[in-house]
C-alpha cells in the first residue's frame, strides 16, 4: 500500500508569491495534518482537517489556510510569501480526526521542501 | 499546555554502545508520549507510543522508552548502537486540545565507527 504522498517535492518561490502544497493520505485514513519543519526544529503543527472540516489550527498567521476534498486529500495554501516561511511541510494521515495511538496514529509523508527567495 | 523539552541537541557515541536520549516533558494530565525518528531526506518514522498501558514501552529497531511519572521524562535507550541509528530523533506529545502533536527541538544522534 502506499504511504502519505505530497507534492511537489520542492519549490522555489520569491517574496509575496502564493504557494499551493497537495497532500494524499494513506487509503482509508480520513483526516490529514499538516506542519510546518524550519531548518534544524521540530515540527510545528498548522492545521488538521477530518472529514473535510478543520479540527485543530496552530498559531500561525491568516496567510496560511487549508482545505480538505472529499476524497480526503489536502491543500495547504500560503500567501504573501515571506522569507521565512522557507521550510519542509509535512503532512500527516491517520484513521480518525484525533492525534492519541491506536486507530489516531499519525503517518507522514516525505515532505514539501519550499524556499522562498 | 502540553510540551515536551529534549535536553541534548546532539549526541555522539560509537558503534557497539548504549544510546540514551533525554526527553522531559510537561503535562496537567496523563500524557500520550512518541519517539519519531527522521533520517535525512526521509519522513518521520514513528519508533514507539506511550498511551497509560506500560511505563516501559519497546519500539523498532531495538530502542525503548520508559515512562517515569515521578520525574517526568520519556528517555529513549538502546543497548547497542548501529551505525543505520544515526538521525534525528523527535520527543513528542499530544496536544489533545488542538488535535496535534507537539514535537520537541530534536535530538541529532551520530554514531561512530
Known amino acids: 500500500d502506499a504511504g502519505v504522498t505530497q507534492s511537489p517535492t520542492h519549490l522555489i518561490k520569491t517574496r509575496g508569491q502564493q504557494v499551493t502544497l497537495r497532500c494524499s493520505p494513506i487509503?482509508?485514513?480520513?483526516?490529514v495534518s499538516w506542519y510546518q519543519q524550519v531548518l534544524g526544529q521540530g515540527p510545528q503543527f498548522i492545521f488538521q482537517?477530518?472529514?473535510?472540516?478543520?479540527?485543530g489550527r496552530g498559531n500561525f498567521p491568516d496567510r496560511f489556510s487549508a482545505r480538505q476534498f472529499p476524497n480526503y486529500s489536502s491543500e495547504l495554501n500560503v500567501n504573501a510569501l515571506l522569507l521565512g516561511d522557507s521550510a519542509l511541510y509535512l503532512c500527516?494521515?491517520?484513521?480518525?480526526?484525533?492525534?492519541?495511538?491506536?486507530?489516531?496514529?499519525?503517518?507522514f509523508g516525505p515532505g514539501t521542501r519550499l524556499t522562498v527567495l | 499546555a502540553q510540551s515536551v523539552t529534549q535536553l541534548d541537541s546532539h549526541v555522539s557515541v560509537s558503534e557497539g554502545t548504549p544510546v540514551l536520549l533525554r526527553c522531559n516533558y510537561s503535562?496537567?494530565?496523563?500524557?500520550?508520549l512518541f519517539w519519531y525518528v527522521q533520517h535525512p531526506n526521509k519522513g518521520l518514522q514513528l519508533l514507539l507510543k506511550?498511551?497509560?498501558?506500560?511505563?516501559l514501552v519497546k519500539g523498532i529497531n531495538g530502542f525503548e522508552a520508559e515512562f517515569k511519572k515521578s520525574e517526568t521524562s520519556f528517555h529513549l535507550t538502546k543497548p547497542s548502537a548501529h551505525m543505520s541509528d544515526a538521525a534525528e530523533y523527535f520527543c513528542?506529545?499530544?496536544?489533545?486540545?488542538?488535535?496535534?502533536?507537539?514535537f520537541g527541538s530534536g535530538t541529532r544522534l551520530q554514531v561512530q565507527p
Open positions: 500527516a494521515s491517520s484513521l480518525v480526526g484525533s492525534s492519541a495511538g491506536g486507530p489516531n496514529e499519525q503517518f
Open positions: 487509503s482509508g485514513h480520513k483526516s
Open positions: 482537517y477530518y472529514e473535510k472540516e478543520e479540527r
Open positions: 503535562s496537567s494530565y496523563s500524557p500520550s
Open positions: 506511550y498511551t497509560s498501558a506500560a511505563t
Open positions: 513528542v506529545v499530544v496536544d489533545t486540545g488542538r488535535r496535534a502533536l507537539t
